[in-house]
């Protein structure tokens, strides 16, 4: 018998299931590659990017790590909200005449870290709503900080949270007639899975019940570069959402950063509690308690990206994954599937009417040695569908495409 402490197993914790979904799919294809030694394994799973970080981005942030290295460039613990420059720059280029001032902006190590700071701000006392299917981390988190009941095997949902059903049946936006009153709304829009992005009416419904049922919505905006058109990129656009309404952002997924580690929340101080006391000044003590600011380096290839050479090199870096995704939705429409999202967002959504989605993961997986992500790991709505990301090469996007039309010809 090996040695075990005395300490129980945190009860919230054991609560969950298998474990996260993308270390799951990671499993996975770790087994698939030993079955298959020789196979060219190609991943459109966890959404990690794949493409090089533009030059002017590393540029500044090796620039900045060489000055690490003399006296005047030193640095040590910076401001735990991020650097005042950076704040500044995030809210003119994504908040410019939305009234969003530097102050209500907290720059991170990325959206993740911030949606389980979120948690652990509101507690585990609070409700909370998610869009089903959604980004895991979301109901991992409420999970963890014990914001649920028990997980329910029969309905795959756990107690004491509202799932939001978000299909094609209501165009991926939830009936809010049907939802009950929480005290927080975790809502993505470009969404991850789905793929969907709210439009302005949608948003102002979102707002309004907010609004009606003096809810806060966590609005994650970490794909808003990818919306074109009128669509909504921060939920700032929607006239009262400063009262209502918190936005977590990213640079993860425009300028390759997803191991660099930079991205920022935005809490207003319109949104207040139900004293009265403002929501951004207890968030600025989280962050202070528990964080100690974002890596210096990152912050300097932050601001490389705001400026007019990096903003110009991020739109390219996205509007080369959304070819990706152009490629990915035509191959399945051509194959005759019915296919959403890959409009504004690097994920397509293909529906597989009546059959299990973790069956046509392992199925594409062992037919095709491509890894996709099953569904119905994003809620009980995402049965039936498979994600398919578009951070590849190009080349391994057309190859998988044509593996797919060999499959399902
Ligand atoms: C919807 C959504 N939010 C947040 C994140 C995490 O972003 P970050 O890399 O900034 O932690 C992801 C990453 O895939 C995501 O899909």
Redesign the pocket.
């Known amino acids: 018998m090996s040695y075990k402490t005395k300490v129980s197993r945190n009860g919230n914790i054991a609560k969950l299931q298998a474990g996260y979904l993308f270390p799951e799919i990671g499993r996975r294809k770790a087994a698939h590659m030993l079955k298959y030694p020789d196979a060219q394994v190609i991943s459109l799973g966890i ?1 990690d990017t794949t493409e090089p970080i533009p030059e002017v981005i590393t540029s500044a942030m090796a620039k900045r790590a060489l000055g690490l290295s003399t006296i005047e460039g030193y640095t040590g613990y910076g401001a735990e909200q991020g650097e005042k420059q950076l704040r500044a720059q995030l809210a003119s280029t994504f908040y410019s005449n939305l009234g969003i001032e530097e102050d209500d902006i907290f720059v991170s190590d ?4 911030d ?1 389980s700071r979120l948690q652990v701000l509101f507690g585990s006392n609070v409700t909370m709503a998610v869009q089903d299917p959604s ?1 895991p ?1 979301y109901v991992d988190s409420s999970v963890i900080i014990g914001q649920t009941g028990e997980f329910q095997k029969d309905i795959e949902k756990f107690g004491n949270i509202e799932y939001m059903k978000c299909t094609p049946e209501n165009d991926f936006f939830p009936d809010l007639s049907k939802v009950s009153r929480t005290d927080i709304i975790f809502f ?1 829009s470009p969404n ?1 899975p789905t793929g969907s992005a709210a439009s302005r009416e949608q948003l102002t419904k979102l707002v309004n019940f907010a609004k009606d049922n003096g809810s806060i919505i966590i609005y ?1 905006s ?2 808003a570069m990818y919306v074109s058109g009128d669509t909504p990129k921060s939920i700032f656009e929607i006239p009262g959402a400063k009262e209502v309404a918190i936005e ?1 952002a ?4 425009y300028a390759g ?2 191991g660099v ?1 930079l ?1 920022w929340t935005v809490v207003p101080k319109e949104l207040k509690y139900s004293d009265g006391f403002p929501v951004a000044k207890d968030f600025n003590r989280i962050v202070c308690t528990g964080f100690n600011g974002a890596s210096n380096i990152a912050q300097a290839g932050g601001l490389a990206c705001l400026s007019p050479e990096g903003l110009q090199a991020m739109h390219e870096v996205v509007g080369f994954y959304k070819e990706n995704t152009k490629i990915i939705v035509d191959t399945f429409t051509s194959l005759g599937f019915t296919v959403y999202g890959g409009i504004h967002a690097p994920y397509v959504w293909v529906h597989f009417p009546g059959r299990s989605s973790w069956d046509v993961f392992s199925e594409i997986l062992e037919k095709t040695h491509v890894v996709t992500t099953p569904g119905s790991g994003f809620g009980p709505a995402g049965e039936g569908f498979v994600r398919v990301s578009a951070f590849g090469h190009r080349n391994n996007v057309l190859e998988a495409c044509r593996r797919f039309k060999e499959l399902y010809k």
Do not use: L, P
């Not at 990325?110 to 870290?113: D, I, L, R, W």
């Not at 990213?250 to 997924?253: A, E, L, V, W």
């Open positions: 959404g990325g959206a993740k870290s949606i980004y981390a993505c991850n994650d970490a794909y977590t990213s640079f993860s997924k950063f997803t580690r991205g």
